[in-house]
């Protein structure tokens, strides 16, 4: 096997663009969706089902591209995937149907499945000295672009229209020749010398069972993917309702859209703490306080009102966001010769599966009010992760600290 290259802060810049650019676009959707609601006369459970199409799509196509990253150059994903994502998420304020829409966001979301897993895996294999903090980094990229997305889109839109929506595609344009002038400068020789994904399965397949055991190893990962699951569902059901949700308290548009934008915006800043704090810490005591006490801010939300309700969505929005990293992290740390495995299992597979309960939450919504199935979800989701928490208290590969036992 070849050695790894080391760490290169041009090559970190270029996967940090890549994300911020490919995010930026993908969260277009949240202040798109009351305003498709209105202009479509679509109920609750409508509006949930684009959220779960487009997460579902980017989630399990993830693995398809990943054989097809084993037959071209890894790095075409990196640069083509965020520029399908943008281009076709730029275009939903003008299509003239709910099944138009679908399919861009079909599209969109294939972008953003031939990104992911590359770029993540590629992350973790080159800076891995200190992964939980490059990670974070690259991560935190995403989440910058991912809170920014909603606050440009709802500012333009709320100054013209829906039907301005097209306008987007102009930075577009500039953030992808950044984007491939980097890629072409630093991203491709470096990359040139990874093993391909299947190379890196092959090689684990070949190698001896950890001390730790196979088992107690594949138990450990299928935890975290758990918890991803139970995460994700509640922080994807609250980007899809959200503005919704504070409309109904009085919100309006422009006030709910800004609002969603600071419950994303804590992710980055808490993203990049918890990847730190883990790599002094542990991923696992990191991962366990932050959920915890992220479901429980999250039900405070719901049950107070005024800045007291909203300064509990930032918190909980933070800690929530803050596992992330880690919990990726932790899982190409239990499969270390298939780093784009564990990646696409609790980034894609796992975030897919999260997509689907979101349409479950928009059905209890009509049937309930959005209010109490969101609360409803985030009281589940906390009593299993505390559940599942526990019973790994019993697995030692989540119990070893970074880099010592």
């Known amino acids: 096997m070849q050695a790894v290259p080391s760490p290169s802060a041009g090559l970190l810049v270029g996967l940090m663009v890549a994300h911020f650019t490919n995010d930026l676009y993908a969260n277009f ?4 969706l009351p305003l498709l609601r209105e202009t479509l006369g679509l109920n609750l459970t409508l509006v949930a089902v684009l959220s779960t199409v487009f997460t579902v799509t980017a989630s399990f196509s993830q693995l398809g591209f990943g054989l097809l990253a084993d037959r071209m150059p890894r790095w075409n994903f990196v640069l083509w995937g965020p520029l399908l994502t943008g281009g076709f998420m730029s275009v939903i304020g003008v299509l003239p149907g709910y099944g138009w829409v679908l399919g861009a966001l079909v599209l969109a979301a294939l972008g953003t499945a031939m990104f992911h897993p590359q770029a993540t895996a590629l992350s973790g294999r080159i800076f891995a000295g200190r992964k939980g903090l490059y990670v974070s980094l690259f991560i935190s990229a995403g989440m910058l672009g991912f809170s920014l997305g909603p606050a440009l889109m709802a500012l333009w839109l709320d100054r013209f229209s829906l039907e301005a929506s097209p306008w987007a595609l102009l930075p577009l344009v500039a953030l992808g020749a950044l984007l491939a002038r980097l890629l072409r400068a630093v991203a491709v020789p470096a990359a040139s010398s990874l093993p391909s994904p299947a190379a890196s399965a092959a090689a684990g397949a070949e190698a001896p069972p950890q001390a730790q055991g196979q088992g107690q190893g594949r138990a450990a990962l299928a935890l975290l993917w758990g918890l991803v699951v139970l995460r994700h569902t509640v922080l994807l059901s609250f980007l899809t309702f959200l503005v919704i949700l504070l409309q109904g308290r009085g919100f309006d548009y422009l006030a ?150």
């Open 256 to 405: 709910g859209s800004l609002s969603l934008v600071g419950f994303l915006f804590v992710s980055v800043p808490s993203g990049l703490l918890g990847g730190f704090l883990s790599d002094r810490f542990g991923r696992w005591p990191v991962t366990v306080v932050t959920l915890w006490t992220g479901f429980l801010a999250m039900l405070g939300f719901l049950l107070t009102s005024g800045w007291p309700s909203l300064t509990l969505l930032l918190l909980g929005g933070g800690l929530l966001s803050a596992s992330n990293p880690v919990i990726v992290a932790h899982a190409q740390e239990l499969l270390p010769r298939n780093a784009g495995t564990a990646s696409a299992l609790v980034m894609g597979v796992a975030w897919g599966v999260s997509g689907l309960m979101v349409t479950a939450v928009g059905a209890l919504g009509d049937a309930w009010g959005i209010e109490r199935a969101l609360s409803a979800a985030t009281l589940g989701a906390f009593g299993l992760t505390v559940g599942l928490t526990r019973a790994g208290t019993r697995l030692r590969p989540l119990q070893i600290q970074h880099g010592r036992p």
């Open 29 to 32: 959707l949240p202040v798109y």
